[in-house]
């Protein structure tokens, strides 16, 4: 690893690499090293995340740049039982940017802010040169304040059931097909979504989250690796009930990807203990966000580090992180 590629940003193998490699390495501590979604501080009361996003094009269906910015930060405070409260808003702008469209995305960032009950309490920005950023890049920090202690993806079990809360792929195969000019003539379009309402709803009706985790860039198949390399278990799971939408299929033959890497904005992966699967999907597929949601798999012992997909016809393949380039600047 002599130079950062695109495929460093991928959110899978290389994307790991670099993180440990350099970052890890150099600002190592307790609460980094777990690798959660957003980091617990303040003897667990407090959950603590930043992103940056920089998706392209900032315009896309089902949602923009803003709104992205405001549900990457609070998703990720949500994964680990909080409630966003505070968020901070750093915006670098292309000189030459429309006023209209920075109005449009500062005004779905607001009504995301509302949906979380979150405030921008602190801001930055910048303008440079033109050619110098693309259009506009924005990142956003965010604090929540912890509802359900205990979630984390070093603490899944044997025998926990793995759900995913919506059909996969959604938000990588319209960033792609938004870029490429591709008209399905279709309603595919983006899963960005606020996911505390629904993580609330959870914990509000006794749920006992063992794991959560926003299956964002590397999607389902990263999320799935890293828990089990952190739990040291193995995730098995079952090819026909993974959720995934005639279009999204159509755009993974056209790349040569599995769904299960796609990016996802609004989507989840949730483990719990068999004995709660059945009121946790009641909750789930009460609600609109979520309500393709699906058990796909368990957790064994079979293959420890190892995510499994079992396939109807009774055969089997391991699925490893993602490597490559997949789709750069997703969000």
């Given at each position: ?134 259009k506009i890049f924005i990142n956003t920090t965010g604090i929540g ?182 789709l750069p600047r997703i969000c």
């Amino acid at each position: 690893m002599k130079t950062v590629t695109l495929a460093h940003g991928n959110g899978g193998q290389e994307n790991n690499e670099l993180i440990s490699k350099v970052f890890y390495k150099a600002f190592k501590n307790e609460i980094l090293e777990k690798s959660e979604d957003a980091a617990v501080i303040q003897d667990g009361t407090l959950a603590f995340s930043t992103d940056s996003f920089t998706v392209s094009p900032i315009e896309f269906a089902g949602a923009d740049i803003g709104k992205l910015a405001v549900c990457g930060t609070c998703n990720d405070l949500a994964m680990m039982g909080a409630k966003p409260k505070y968020l901070t808003c750093s915006v670098i702008i292309e000189e030459g940017f429309e006023v209209e469209t920075l109005k449009r995305i500062v005004n779905s960032m607001k009504i995301e802010l509302e949906k979380n009950g979150a405030y921008v309490v602190s801001g930055d920005t910048k303008v440079v040169p033109r050619g110098s950023v693309d259009k506009i890049f924005i990142n956003t920090t965010g604090i929540g304040e912890i509802k359900q202690k205990g979630i984390s993806s070093n603490e899944i079990l044997e025998d926990d059931v793995i759900i995913v809360s919506n059909s996969v792929g959604k938000h990588g195969a319209t960033i792609f097909a938004a870029r490429e000019g591709i008209d399905f003539s279709s309603s595919l379009e983006s899963d960005c979504a606020s996911l505390w309402p629904v993580v609330e709803k959870l914990i509000e009706n006794g749920i006992k989250i063992r794991a959560l985790r926003d299956a964002t860039r590397g999607g389902v198949s990263a999320v799935l690796n890293e828990w089990a390399k952190q739990s040291n278990i193995c995730v098995e799971i079952d090819e026909e009930k993974i959720p995934v939408t005639d279009e999204v299929n159509g755009v993974c033959e056209m790349l040569g990807f599995e769904a299960l890497s796609l990016a996802n904005e609004g989507t989840f992966v949730m483990a719990i203990s068999k004995d709660q699967e059945e009121k946790a999907m009641d909750i789930l597929k009460s609600i609109d966000t979520t309500k393709e949601a699906a058990i796909i798999g368990t957790v064994s012992s079979k293959h420890l580090g190892k995510v499994v997909l079992n396939s109807p016809w009774g055969t089997a393949r391991f699925i490893d992180l993602p490597t490559g380039e997949l789709l750069p600047r997703i969000c």
